[in-house]
């Protein structure tokens, strides 16, 4: 097939031409962790790459959540080898939670990965693809954006793996998705505006690890999906005060604290940081406090949160 031909052609220049690796930040050695590898949000002026998230487990990458812009460099500098990854999880797909994905795909070519790669995310309405129609229209052939990958999506395409996406139907309470030999992986729908949007629990390793994604915060499946976790992580787009379009988009500090003070959370780190909300530290974790009183952290890019 033409395009296997390209990228093994790709591979023998890049081998030849090797440049060396940067150095592994380090996280997840032993035991469980999660890093973030991009702590922003849709805004270049923050300096952040834009959302994403690794689940470690004894020095290998598990999970990957979301994929924004610049996550791919801080995947690289993280060490992570995506022939290890077991599932990849989109919140939603906006830019900032999805640009870098196909960079992210295109870079495992050059990896050892044989086995397929499952995708989970949410299905579509008439504003956003679902899943499977975002996978499909970046690398199906003939109409893909990146149609000479289309062996990844055409099962049993020599020398190649395959990505299985999936839709996620919308559920209010937590919906087991996800099972392989020692780890689950749960979905809830969350309010984004109009946007069809996922908050995700991961179980590994007897522990439970939340991401809540975008969400103004309504409704009970985020705390339900929360309870008794060990990590939460929490997106704090938005200041105490916030109005209009933005609340209505995001979850203030007030119910963040609410949130996980309600789910009984061990440990609360805040990602997701844009400019109306970054320098306002000390405001935000007040407000936290006034229900939640565990452990507040604020996330930058490639930060290990050991899970305990």
Request: aromatic residues 8%.
């Amino acid at each position: 097939m033409g395009s296997l031909k390209s990228l093994l052609i790709c591979a023998v220049i890049l081998s030849i031409c090797k440049v060396p690796l940067l150095i592994a930040q380090g996280c997840g050695a032993t035991g469980l962790a999660v890093q973030v590898l991009g702590s922003g949000g849709p805004e270049s002026q923050d300096k952040r790459a834009s959302t994403s998230y690794l689940i470690w487990e004894n020095g290998a990458a598990r999970v990957i959540v979301d994929a924004g812009g610049g996550s791919t460099l801080r995947f690289g500098e993280s060490g992570a080898q995506m022939s290890q990854v077991d599932v990849f999880l989109f919140s939603h797909l906006h830019v900032d939670h999805s640009s870098d994905f196909p960079a992210l795909i295109f870079s495992s070519w050059f990896e050892d990965r044989k086995r397929p790669l499952p995708v989970y995310g949410p299905s579509g309405n008439k504003f956003m693809p679902s899943t499977t129609e975002f996978v499909h229209d970046l690398f199906s052939d003939p109409h893909g954006a990146w149609r000479y990958l289309s062996d990844l999506v055409e099962p049993g395409a020599e020398g190649s793996y395959t990505l299985q996406p999936h839709n996620v139907a919308d559920s209010s309470t937590p919906v087991l998705v996800f099972r392989n030999d020692d780890m689950a992986v749960y979905a809830v729908r969350v309010v984004h505006g109009a946007f069809p949007a996922l908050a995700w629990r991961v179980e590994i390793g007897g522990k439970r690890i939340v991401f809540s994604g975008d969400t103004n915060g309504e409704g009970e499946g985020l705390t339900q999906l929360a309870l008794n976790a060990d990590l939460f992580v929490a997106h704090n787009a938005v200041p105490e005060g916030a109005t209009g379009v933005e609340r209505h988009l995001h979850m203030p500090p007030s119910v963040i604290g609410s949130i996980a003070a309600n789910a009984h959370v061990k440990q609360l780190v805040l990602s997701h940081r844009m400019l109306r909300t970054l320098g306002k530290e000390n405001e935000t974790e007040t407000e936290i406090k006034r229900k939640f009183v565990g452990p507040i952290k604020f996330a930058n890019d490639l930060d290990c949160f050991p899970v305990k």
